[in-house]
């Protein structure tokens, strides 16, 4: 067989020119065992993504020899059994944009250290998206996040203490869900929120964070164009004020309290339509990977 032939495989891209291997994509492919530091997987030094989510790894190890990997920008690890410690050398990644190590299951089998937590965030600078989600950190929120994340997950983490300030201020973040951490207190940043923050997504649920909103939203309230100031936008800011509060969070006052502070106030009635949409959007999402899993499982 040529040297080159498995580049034509499923699931794996080679360089052009190179011939190297520079994706992988083993995901939903039943695999099981463990993944040992001599596995022949770590001879492609060249890989630029590597997906082994959605697999069954018998509750083995992450190895360290993943921290090998100089040219990885993507590593995904999801769903697939792994337990242990997370090891420190997952941070000498630093091209890596995203990294996704979440667990299937609420055991917290899989654990990251305080210091490793720290350090991850302060050597991965270019990251821009982070999921941690079920992992078991139990540490404070760092300040050191990168710049560039648009999307941060630490759901059910252990995660405790108060929410940095400046985790809402991050320029390019785009969703954040701290949920499920009910020893995390926070509160809304007392400044004005950045007229070009780009969070359109925030789950703060299960989470201790006030509904104490700061005096800047009587102002946005008084500063309204006539059209949105009418009782017609106003009842509709009650309706999200007395939903929020009915269902025991923020939620609703957040998003409405959200959309003025960043100079896009918009109809409560299209909040719920956009909603809707990423609810419905999240399941297709949803169905498609399954889909994707059993049409590689039936190749």
């Known amino acids: 067989m040529g040297s080159r032939d498995c580049c034509s495989w499923d699931g794996v891209v080679c360089d052009d020119i190179t011939g190297h291997v520079i994706e992988l994509d083993l995901s939903c492919s039943n695999l099981t065992g463990t993944i040992d530091s001599n596995s022949s997987l770590f001879q492609l030094s060249h890989l630029q993504r590597l997906d082994l989510s959605s697999n069954n790894f018998s509750n083995s190890h992450i190895s360290p020899e993943f921290g090998k990997f100089s040219s990885l920008k993507h590593l995904h690890l999801s769903h697939s059994y792994f337990s242990g410690q997370i090891p420190s050398e997952i941070s000498h990644l630093s091209k890596l944009h995203t990294l996704r190590l979440s667990t299937i299951d609420d055991s917290k089998k899989l654990r990251l250290a305080t210091h490793d937590f720290k350090s991850l965030l302060q050597n991965l600078t270019q990251l821009r998206e982070l999921d941690l989600s079920g992992i078991n950190i139990s540490s404070t929120i760092p300040l050191n996040f990168s710049s560039h994340l648009t999307t941060l997950n630490l759901i059910y983490t252990g995660l405790y203490g108060i929410i940095p300030e400046s985790i809402f201020h991050l320029p390019n973040l785009e969703t954040l869900d701290l949920s499920d951490n009910d020893h995390l207190n926070g509160y809304f940043p007392k400044t004005k929120w950045n007229s070009s923050a780009s969070l359109i997504e925030l789950d703060l649920s299960r989470v201790n ?62 909040i719920i339509v956009e909603l809707e949409h990423k609810i419905m959007m999240g399941r297709r999402k949803k169905q498609r990977r399954q889909r994707n899993c059993r049409r590689r499982n039936n190749h």
């Open 209 to 270: 964070f006030s509904c104490n909103l700061p005096e800047s939203l009587g102002y946005h309230l008084t500063s309204l164009d006539d059209e949105e100031s009418n009782s017609e936008f106003l009842s509709d800011f009650r309706k999200a004020a007395f939903m929020g509060y009915g269902s025991g969070l923020c939620i609703g006052i957040s998003i409405v309290y959200f959309m003025m502070s960043t100079g896009k106030p918009i109809w409560f009635a299209r």
